[in-house]
């Protein structure tokens, strides 16, 4: 069965840096390309950038590149998202998927992430 | 960037009705790259259709897909109680993928 399983909830300050993770399991996770996706509260889907695990190849899209970071490390089956300096606005709920062919088949349970003096 | 609307923003039916949800793109969508998902509250998006009318694996045949070019279609023959959601497009035929802004499908 194939799964996306994302880190828990966080809570951080303005400026703090953070690391959020999505580790694949029940398929070859080097193979598929892993999404990243943001949803504002009350908001819509934004999709924020992809890698290839495989060989770390990263594409964003341009209104995220250079605000966060997309990563992977293919020995354990895991895709990154972090941030090097929090704000208020990077508050969301922010999702993993697995990518086939440009659409998401498979999704993680989101991680929410609440940034707060 | 293609930017998608969705139309309407809620759409309120009763169970048993046809829903029609409409997604237009600012562009041509290349070889009809586009993606329909449903989303309850507190759940992940859950994929629907892909490549605008293929039904991804599990979806009941309720559930439908049309269109290209820059209009497409998601219908959902007859709605059932568990249907009512929010519901986005997304292309994958250019780059930056988007999503439409999401119609609501609510309980009249």
């Known amino acids: 069965e194939v799964q996306l399983v994302q880190s828990g909830a966080e809570v951080k300050k303005p400026g703090e840096s953070l690391k959020i993770s999505c580790k694949g399991s029940?398929?070859?996770?080097?193979?598929?390309?892993i999404g990243w996706v943001r949803q504002m509260p009350g908001k819509g889907l934004e999709w924020m950038g992809i890698i290839y695990p495989g060989d770390s190849d990263t594409r964003y899209n341009p209104s995220f590149q250079g605000q966060v970071t997309i990563s992977a490390d293919k020995s354990i089956s895991t895709a990154y998202l972090q941030w090097s300096s929090l704000k208020a606005s990077d508050t969301a709920m922010y999702y993993c998927?697995?990518?086939?062919?440009?659409?998401?088949?498979?999704w993680g349970q989101g991680t929410l992430v609440t940034v707060s003096s | 960037e293609i930017v998608l609307t969705q139309s309407p923003g809620t759409l309120s039916l009763s169970p048993g009705e046809r829903a029609t949800l409409s997604c237009r793109a600012s562009?041509?969508?290349?070889?009809?790259?586009l993606a329909w998902y449903q989303q309850k509250p507190g759940q992940a998006p859950r994929l629907l259709i892909y490549?605008?009318?293929s039904r991804a694996t599990g979806i009941p045949d309720r559930f439908s897909g049309s269109g290209s070019g820059t209009d497409f279609t998601l219908t959902i023959s007859r709605l059932e109680p568990e249907d009512f959601a929010v519901f986005y497009c997304q292309q994958y035929g250019g780059s930056p993928r988007t999503f439409g802004q999401g119609t609501k499908v609510e309980i009249k």
């Open positions: 029940g398929y070859n996770f080097t193979n598929y390309w």
């Open positions: 562009q041509s969508v290349s070889s009809s790259y």
């Open positions: 490549g605008a009318s």
């Open positions: 998927a697995r990518s086939v062919g440009g659409y998401y088949d498979y």
